[in-house]
């Protein structure tokens, strides 16, 4: 069988969304372009680690896994948030895990330890090593910024800033989520996900489907409200509450009324839902061809969620998410086939909710990724 190409890959995809089929079945079942998509994707974009709370005071630090390489995120001594690869210098074990504080990064193989800002402090029975200077050594360092209320980390050292490439995102987020910042984490859902995660994110880009399989959550918003607007590496999605009783959760004491998602390039996406004070954000994890991994992280106004907020979250947990789960998992399942290439791209000029014209801008993303996959 030939070998398919970058070029393979973007037939049938046209800049018009009205006269573009979809990305090619290729692209979410062959091991080709899942290890494109982590070579060229996730190890060259800006990816999620948490929120800043996590990290805001001297000391404190998480250690997470990014396009499969272990990162750590620490606030140093002057403040300073710095971010490096997870990896002791001496044996490459791994430094830290999980989250908390530390006066300094010690390795638990050797013991070599590092200070905050990377540089490398101590080293066990060194001192007859020749052309050995301890303060030639430091961590690797990588891209880290807070944007939005969050942190988020990039492996590419040539990356233009989160802030300049994503142009009026932030002002949106301060605009509809203006505290995100004061707001604290409550609760984490995981969801292991038979799927490819650019299936994932595709459900996640379009509400054309909303009527037919969420019927609880067309109660929720109001659809004739509902907006997508395409950006740079972001795309929006604006509705207003429904204004009468639904079938999702009781919003009836709300002081958030709107419905306001955005998702940001490539695997990020946010939401602020009816309700009180609160963010969500959804995590797409690529793991195999056919496997994603899902952290849904809620932050409210309280560490503990109140009657309404566990209502609302176990809407998405048992049933919203069931819903999206058995979609992903049966469009996966279906493209393994030989049935299925590439379908049309339903889209509404007007930028209704019931358009795929952010799926559509998702495609040219990958496939502007693609290009620079060897042939």
Sequence with gaps: MTRPTPVDIAQGWDSNASASLSLHADAYTR???FDADQDTIIRRSWQ?????????????YVAETVGEMPIVVVRDRTGVLRAFYNVCKHRAHELLSGTGTA????CPYHAWTYALDG??????????????????????????????????????????????????????????APDVSELTFAHRLTYEIRSNWKNV???????????????????????????VTTHEIYSS???????????????SGATVTDHAVWWLWPNTCMMRYPGRGNFIVLNVIPVATDLTYETY?????????????LESIRYLDEVLQVEDINLVESVQRGMSTPAFQQGRIVNDPTG??????????FHGLILDAYRGVSQ
């Design 31 to 33: 091991q080709r372009w």
């Design 48 to 60: 999620w680690i948490c929120h800043r709370e996590t990290v805001r005071e001297p000391g404190s």
């Design 103 to 106: 006066n300094a990064i010690v």
């Design 119 to 176: 540089s490398l402090h101590a080293a066990r029975e060194t001192d007859d090593l020749v052309d050995f200077t301890i303060g030639d050594i430091c961590l690797d360092e990588i891209g880290v910024e807070e944007f939005g209320g969050f942190v988020y980390v990039n492996l590419d050292p040539n990356a233009v800033s989160l802030a300049q490439q994503s142009g009026d995102l932030g002002a949106e987020i301060a605009r509809w």
């Design 201 to 227: 994110i595709d459900n996640f880009l379009e509400c054309y489907h909303c009527h037919v399989a969420h019927k609880d959550f067309v109660s929720l918003v109001d659809m004739d409200t509902y907006e």
């Design 237 to 251: 999605h604006m509705a207003e509450a429904g204004r009468s009783a639904n079938t999702a959760y009781d919003v």
């Design 297 to 309: 992280d809620f932050f409210l106004e309280t560490a503990e969620p109140n009657e309404t907020e």
């Design 352 to 361: 209704s909710g019931l358009s795929e014209h952010a799926l559509h801008h």
